[in-house]
């Protein structure tokens, strides 16, 4: 039996004491799985008095994360604070500064300082490792690193964000618009205190950005993502998108093109009977496509107390187990600059516009999807006879285009003066 | 650098030559990942002049697979050749004793032989990895193994046998019987040359053996699995369960009950809209339950050059990486010897009967099931009038029932003297 693997544990909010349920429940089972005792020595949070869910009486206490993560008798420190500076950074710096290894969940703060945060912990030969960051329960990062190690990646796509696929589909299932479902959603808690960062594709960009990392041997590069919430989804695309056989989800997708590295978070349309087309609620699921395993689809709860603790605890036994790995599986130092590419993997669009219904006007926007060298897969006007008559829905599905192409095709739009209000493009996805 | 990875591999089918071609295309991707090149030294097959789909000229050649483990310039053998005894573990054997690590695909050695092939490895200070044995390319060893390693496991389930779930699937969707689409599957190449291995269920018992090894801490026991193959699943009970919204899987399922370890491997009605039930052709799939993480489900290819060569890599990478994990997740000598206990967890049941079309010939089944404590949910005579109305086909669906207390009820139908042949029963699990 080898010295007890000894955790600092900053932050107890509900991952932080989820963490402690387990050390405290499966001391025996853990003990078993590694060969060594993992015990908690030392804990850290804002609000000592505050009560909690835990018999904390036999750790001791640091109002600092940081000096908690340089105390002598913590080995990991577990960062579960949240937030992509202050005292998470801090905290996180100060373990390795000292050599420790550090496990965290938090996807923010490796979104934005990860490549820095990599090249420290390997200087310090020290390790970061982030399971809970992505996906919360689903062992992805692990799936990814390791288990398709051998692989040249492809593709990286996921539905990481559970409060927007609770959006999503409860806005489809209720037939309810978006602001309705949102206040719903406000309502029962699911949202952050900045609700931007659900449903305005922050949060799941942040964990895209990490995937893409790892997948693709680049610096974690979010401020690369292209970044679009579901805001401006609307009830009437979840509907008419379903009459075609396809559900709108935020769907996370990370590939290299002969261009680069294209990274998108954004609404698109996936076929309703795949995997991803039927998630529904608060579950996330990730599909990993590699040269050799062909595609890889992983499904589970993204977020939680116990699903979240799951994740970090994995990181914990890897390294009560001696296992090692590069942050983002390989040395920091060789992972490339990523070429800041915008999307250019062309993919069928669905579009819907609104025109007034004068002659001529479907004419006008075929012509400007024509002249922009996109061919029209379907076209149809919505309106039944006598209804709003004085303009025309016309949704359009394109066969495979640019996604510049596409741009440029509604940008002409507007110079037809046949359209009223903006037109709604959202790519389809080949899942 | 340290010092080259150097692969000793025995077996050049399909899987053997699908890891050639990795170690070959990717050499430069798996350096950086390991930070040590992963090399093949030496090869072995019985037939040294077979055309292969590789170059194998810069390995050495061995006949003796034997003689291959106990290279002096092997640090890793690569066992792909299968079987349980021969040559397989005679080889397997040869590189523990000489202390070294073993990769193997071949679930029927380690579901026969892994308890002692474990301790051998542990005393040997060698380690054995078997990615490949279990669901091809999908890293499920991994993934319960060290992904949830923080949970007590629940329940592993999967369909595991790629080739029965497309005979299944395809008896579905085609209409036809079973015999006549074991036919199209052995023209299609996708049985075993013996076909029992997979349609007697024999393959995905290996298979749910090691999970269970693994989940539940016990030794691996295969002989006490309750193994029933797809031979006997009838189109008819295909199509009445449709209507009902179930599909009938292949499936294992492992659990941990008051009366120890239960390890099935039998046909069951799943919910067509699960994840189970939807899975169509020759996918597998990994359903896994832990007390913190929730539910976990895995989906990917089962078989095949690609996804299987992947899952050895897999291995390698993380030998090459320094990991370092017992057989089946904890020290062989720590592990349970497994109550073997027949499956006593209570499941609803689909009990299709066939009957003399005498008066009160439904009352007497009613009042077997009845007498063995079983309460009924759903009860329909199928026969539309006139149709073969000298016998009355009764389709039943239990409430949850203990599985002794089925058999009970069964074994009473056949003394009411109103049973025309054998009747159905197939498990209903909930997934």
Chains 1, 2 share one sequence.
């Not at 003990?31 to 908690?40: E, Y």
């Not at 000592?48 to 640091?62: I, P």
């Not at 559900?247 to 590295?261: C, D, N, W, Y």
Request: charge should be negative; charged fraction near 20%.
């Amino acid at each position: 039996m080898t010295a007890p693997l000894r955790l600092g544990l900053a932050g107890l909010g509900t991952v932080g004491i989820g963490v402690v349920k387990i050390v405290q429940r499966h001391a025996g089972l853990i003990t078993a799985r590694t060969g060594r005792p993992v015990t908690i020595t030392a804990v850290s949070a804002r609000d000592r008095t505050k009560n909690r869910d835990a018999d904390l009486s036999a750790y001791a206490w640091e109002d600092d994360p940081v000096a908690l993560a340089r105390r002598d008798d913590v080995d990991v420190l577990i960062e579960v604070m949240g937030g992509h500076d202050g005292p998470a950074r801090a905290a996180t710096e100060a373990a390795i500064a000292a050599g420790k290894d550090v496990v965290t969940a938090n996807k923010a703060l490796l979104a934005h300082h990860g490549q820095e945060l990599a090249e420290a912990a390997e200087a310090a030969g020290a390790v970061i490792r982030f399971e809970a960051a992505v996906a919360g329960g689903i062992p992805v990062i692990k799936a990814l690193t390791e288990g398709l190690a051998g692989n040249e990646i492809r593709r990286v796509m996921g539905v990481m964000n559970g409060t927007c696929n609770y959006i999503l589909t409860r806005m489809q299932a209720a037939g309810l618009p978006y602001a309705t479902v949102f206040e719903e959603a406000r309502q029962l808690g699911y949202l952050e205190a900045d609700p931007n960062l659900d449903v305005g594709g922050i949060d799941a960009g942040h964990k895209l950005s990490l995937l893409a990392a790892i997948a693709f041997g680049t610096r974690v590069s979010f401020d690369k993502v292209e970044l679009e919430g579901i805001g401006n989804v609307s009830i009437e695309d979840i509907n008419l998108a379903d009459e075609m056989g396809y559900h709108i989800k935020l769907l996370g997708v990370a590939q290299m093109s002969g261009r680069g590295l294209e990274q998108r978070m954004t609404p698109c349309l996936v076929p309703a009977e795949s995997p991803l087309g039927q998630l529904q609620g608060g579950t996330n699921m990730v599909v990993l496509e590699g040269d050799s395993v062909g595609q890889i689809v992983l499904r589970g709860p993204g977020a939680g107390e116990g699903p979240t603790a799951s994740a970090v605890m994995a990181d914990v036994i890897d390294l009560a187990r001696g296992l090692r790995i590069s942050t983002f599986g390989q040395p920091a130092a060789t992972l490339a600059q990523p070429v800041a590419a915008r999307s250019a993997t062309p993919a069928p669009y669905y579009i819907r516009a609104t025109l007034l219904d004068k002659p001529g006007a479907l004419a006008k926007i075929a012509t400007c999807l024509g002249e922009a060298g996109i061919s029209i897969d379907q076209m149809r006007q919505l309106n039944k006879p006598g209804e709003k008559d004085d303009l025309a829905v016309v949704l359009i599905v394109t066969h495979k285009a640019a996604p510049a192409d596409i741009a440029h095709a509604l940008d002409q739009f507007g110079a037809t003066g046949v359209m009223l209000g903006a037109p709604v493009a959202i790519r389809i996805e080949a899942v």
